[in-house]
């Protein structure tokens, strides 16, 4: 929110993905090798001091078998003198020690060459992983081919080097973690190690089955890259006998195109024409179509016309004919489900984000690598299809079918938010409807040259582009042509073309309101709800000044404790006798004690009144003469650094409340529209509890105004 959020420093991405790829991995390895060096140490000061202390408990009980009463050094000249019994009583505690602390410092040692290997691990997977990409993604600028084969290597080997990021990165972690708490045992260990080593074993138990269980789960996703999910597409798949010259219009196009058929055609409602061959599956049934599948927009077959149809048609045809054919089966679905597999994956991290983020960085910057070729050569593939498409249906069919796909957008768009807005006012046929729409003309193709067609999978040039590389000329008579009415013969295309075109288009429209009915009740649900997670009666929350209270108190009671000290001890202090320095000392102090004792009187009456109330409506506060309607406000943030802060942004429409008195505090800010209420805290609720009570205020307010509306 402005003006109460401070800003964040924001580090380029590929600084950032340095530091947890390389820098992260090679400070494990810097870590490791320390941990290395002092383990060694430690193993040789017991192994040596095994061979040294037997000896010296030797001399030491000789000496005082002779002279009980003598007095020896230990620890070297600069030692502790102390009895000889005392002495020998130390050596031979040091030696019952010591056995323990050898096996301790053997577990350290292997502890930190795990902590060197997993980071050695994770550098090593992401430094592969970050040229792999780099030269994969060079390769792969230089023609379709070799983009396919780039990427296919590297997809094959993206699980293994995530894995091996993940992994090295746990196994470091544990491994450091484990080495630091078996050090433990050398702090003090005379009097406190079995605690010590007791909590930090269980704390480094659950960090380790925790990185387990994230390993595996990760592990499991990450091998799931190369699966591809089906494409959940709206639509209706039509067989040979239910549209008999579709699938012989198809076939002919296919002939003259030198294409492959399609295994399937799919007949929507939402999206545009395209081929693709990742496996579909339409909505609300639960086969998945495998192979080649075409997909015809069903609103415009009967408005785009036959030739712009042929146009469309061969155009999407022609990515199943030569290299497009291994691009559309091997690139375009995988690449598209490794974006989505990856995205998924970084949504469903939770509270195991850290772990998974080197290995998420790494696919990510994978995926991206491939970007500026990916780009350049589906440019490329939309430009050749559309040639293709214009040598068998002419020059001008595939800019005409752009045009006149563009200027129907509008109109088919506006007819399926509506009926989706009121599904139950909506008729039974939205294809009639759409057509009523354009029945007068369509608008002027010209502004949609900069748009792109749409596609679930993949992207096109820019429609104005595609005109130009035909070298078709853009004027009045092209756009005039496109926008033209639809003619009796364009909506009779689609009776052709299917045995019961109406039914068709009923049985659609039927399942889209379907849908949309069932959207307007989980929606419904949600709101009702919100609405009832609120109470109906008011919620007051007091101030919390218990803390301030406590605190006037203790300071009160250093002031008495002051003021007796300097009373009774006041001949140690230096005051002798001098009764007028001890009165001054104790008029201070008498001030002191009064001025925090009256302020947590103050507290504790001020506390005594609401701070604020929430009802249905609105926030009504004390400290404010109007009430804040809920439906005014635009966004809320709750901020716990010295005191607790409820930052209220409202709508530019809303009026401002009036502060009632002057607060450095409580802040009205007419400039930005904002209004700050602070308080010590809420009694009874911590700083995260009162955010999320006003949410939900705030949600409900609007999930009944919508009820409200509707």
């Not at 579909?280 to 639960?286: D, K, N, Q, Y």
């Not at 749409?454 to 009045?476: C, F, K, M, Y």
């Not at 309607?629 to 005191?643: E, F, I, L, P």
């Amino acid at each position: 929110m402005a003006g109460t959020v401070r800003r964040a420093i924001r580090f380029p991405l590929w600084l950032v993905r340095v530091i947890w790829l390389l820098i992260l991995p090679l400070s494990f390895v810097a870590l490791g090798i320390w941990q290395e060096q002092r383990a060694a140490a430690t193993l040789d000061e017991y192994r040596q001091a095994g061979q040294e202390l037997p000896q010296v408990l030797a001399q030491l009980q000789q000496m005082e078998a002779k002279t009980p009463s003598a007095f020896v050094t230990m620890g070297g000249p600069d030692g502790r003198r102390m009895p000889v019994s005392m002495a020998v009583a130390g050596v031979r505690r040091a030696i019952d020690t010591m056995e323990e602390g050898a096996e301790v410092s053997r577990i350290r040692y292997p502890l930190s060459w795990g902590t060197m290997t997993g980071g050695l691990l994770a550098f090593l997977a992401g430094l592969s992983g970050l040229l792999a990409a780099r030269v994969s993604a060079l390769r792969a600028r230089r023609s379709r081919e070799a983009l396919i084969r780039s990427f296919d290597r590297l997809r094959r080997g993206l699980p293994f080097a995530l894995a091996a990021v993940l992994v090295g990165l746990s196994i470091a972690s544990v491994s450091a973690s484990l080495f630091e708490a078996a050090s433990l045992w050398f702090w003090d260990h005379l009097s406190t190690s079995s605690v010590k080593l007791f909590a930090a074993a269980v704390m480094l138990a659950g960090l380790a089955a925790y990185s387990a269980v994230m390993a595996v789960i990760a592990m499991r996703r990450v091998f799931d890259l190369y699966t591809v999910e089906p494409l959940d597409i709206r639509g209706l798949v039509v067989s040979r006998d239910e549209a008999p010259g579709l699938w012989r219009f198809v076939e002919d196009l296919a002939t003259r195109h030198e294409a492959l058929m399609p295994d399937s055609i799919l007949i929507g409602l939402t999206e545009g024409f395209f081929v693709t061959e990742a496996p579909v599956r339409p909505l609300g049934g639960e086969r998945v179509l495998s192979g080649r599948t075409l997909h015809l927009p069903a609103p415009c077959l009967p408005l785009i016309g036959e030739t712009e149809l042929a146009a469309v048609i061969g155009h999407e045809l022609a990515h199943f004919s030569g290299g497009d054919t291994t691009y559309s089966r091997r690139f375009a679905p995988i690449h598209a489900g490794l974006w989505r597999t990856l995205t998924a994956l970084g949504e469903r991290t939770g509270t195991g984000g850290f772990m998974l983020a080197p290995a998420l960085h790494l696919g990510f910057h994978t995926l991206e690598s491939f970007d500026l070729s990916v780009a350049q050569h589906r440019r490329q593939r939309e430009l050749e299809a559309d040639r293709r498409a214009s040598l068998v249906s002419g020059p001008e069919s595939v800019p005409l079918a752009l045009l006149r796909n563009a200027a129907l957008a509008p109109a088919i768009f506006e007819t399926l938010n509506d009926a989706f807005s009121a599904p139950d006012t909506a008729g039974p046929d939205m294809m009639a409807e759409i057509l009523r729409r354009v029945e007068d003309g369509l608008p002027n193709p010209a502004a949609h040259l900069d748009e792109c067609q749409p596609h679930p999978t993949d992207s096109h040039p820019r429609t104005a582009l595609r005109i130009s590389t035909l070298g078709v000329q853009l004027d009045e008579r092209l756009l005039a042509r496109a926008a033209r009415t639809p003619t009796a013969e364009d909506t009779s295309l689609p009776h052709r073309l299917f045995t019961d075109w109406s039914g068709l288009c009923h049985a659609l429209t039927a399942a889209y309101l379907d849908e949309a009915r069932q959207a307007h009740r989980l929606n419904r649900e949600e709101l009702e709800a919100a609405v009832a997670a609120v109470p109906a009666e008011h919620t007051v929350l007091y101030e919390n000044g218990r803390p301030m209270i406590w605190a006037m108190a203790f300071i009160a009671a250093l002031f008495a404790a002051f003021t007796i000290g300097t009373t009774v001890f006041g001949r140690e202090l230096g005051l002798g006798t001098d009764q007028g320095t001890k009165a001054f000392i104790g008029a201070v102090a008498g001030v002191g004690i009064c001025m925090a004792l009256g302020y947590a009187a103050w507290v504790r009456h001020k506390t005594k009144a609401p701070l604020m109330t929430l009802t249905p409506d609105a926030l009504i506060s004390a400290r404010l003469r109007e009430p804040v309607a809920w439906t005014d406000v635009g966004g809320m943030q709750v901020s716990a650094a010295r005191r607790l802060a409820l930052v209220l942004a409202l709508h530019e429409e809303a009026p401002l409340p009036n502060r009632i008195g002057f607060s450095i505090y409580n802040k009205v800010n007419r400039r930005e529209r904002t209004v700050v209420l602070e308080a010590m805290g809420i009694r009874g609720m911590k700083a995260a509890e009162f955010e999320a009570l006003v949410s939900r205020y705030l949600t409900a307010a609007y999930a009944r105004r919508r009820l409200a509306g509707d």
